[in-house]
């Protein structure tokens, strides 16, 4: 046990914990958006999906407490490692040089997390804990985005998150060491693919569902 601590504790097991959390959400992210995207469908289709989840019962709190425990790995892990890594280099360089690759993903992936963690507290108020008591989540859905802020609020978020996305997932199977000359091209093509998916994806969404309100 005093083994596993320790490699936890160093940095290697905190990027490494980064790394399958990160992945653990992606996933997250691609069965959340097959079932969101059963919205297209209308009313019923969407009602019928929610009501599926729901019906999962201990299932579904399992899920959800599981997620919880991932998204704080992952965004207490993060925010130490930035923080270890802004002591260790006090001051910038002079020049910022973008070399070896580096993209808007890498160079702000920090800020984009914070950004994210923002808006999941803020998705979570609006319709995770919103009041279904007497109402149906479609119709919680379309009152919400019959206004045009949170249309924008969703749109950009989604571009932060394709953003986040795009260099996450490569670099988390990086770090749990698929970094080999002969796929990682391969690997980083298909995260910024999934990345763009996800933006797209769920940022038409609150779109389709303001315009067909």
């Not at 990027?15 to 969101?36: D, Q, Y």
């Not at 319709?127 to 119709?139: G, L, N, P, V």
């Not at 000359?181 to 933006?199: H, N």
Request: charged residues 10%; positive net charge; hydrophobic residues 55%.
């Amino acid at each position: 046990m005093k083994w596993l601590i320790e490699t936890l504790s160093s940095s290697i097991g905190k990027k490494l914990m980064m790394a399958l959390t990160g992945i653990c959400f992606c996933l997250f992210l691609a069965v959340h958006l097959a079932g969101n995207l059963t919205l297209f469908g209308g009313k019923a289709m969407f009602n019928g999906y929610a009501g599926h989840l729901h019906s999962l019962g201990v299932l579904l709190v399992v899920a959800e407490w599981g997620l919880l425990l991932f998204a704080l790995t992952h965004v207490l892990t993060g925010l130490t490692l930035f923080y270890q890594n802004l002591k260790a280099r006090p001051n910038r360089y002079a020049v910022n040089k973008r070399a070896g690759g580096r993209t808007i993903g890498s160079a702000t992936m920090p800020y984009t997390g914070v950004l994210l963690l923002a808006f999941v507290v803020f998705h979570l108020v609006n319709f995770h804990f919103a009041d279904k008591s007497q109402t149906t989540i479609h119709d919680i859905v379309s009152a919400a985005f019959a206004n045009p802020l949170y249309v924008a609020v969703y749109v950009v978020a989604m571009i932060v998150t394709a953003i986040h996305v795009s260099h996450g997932l490569w670099s988390a199977f990086q770090t749990v060491g698929a970094n080999h000359p002969k796929y990682m091209p391969m690997i980083r093509t298909l995260s910024i693919l999934f990345a763009l998916l996800v933006g797209v994806g769920f940022g038409l969404l609150p779109i389709f569902v303001s315009i067909s309100a």
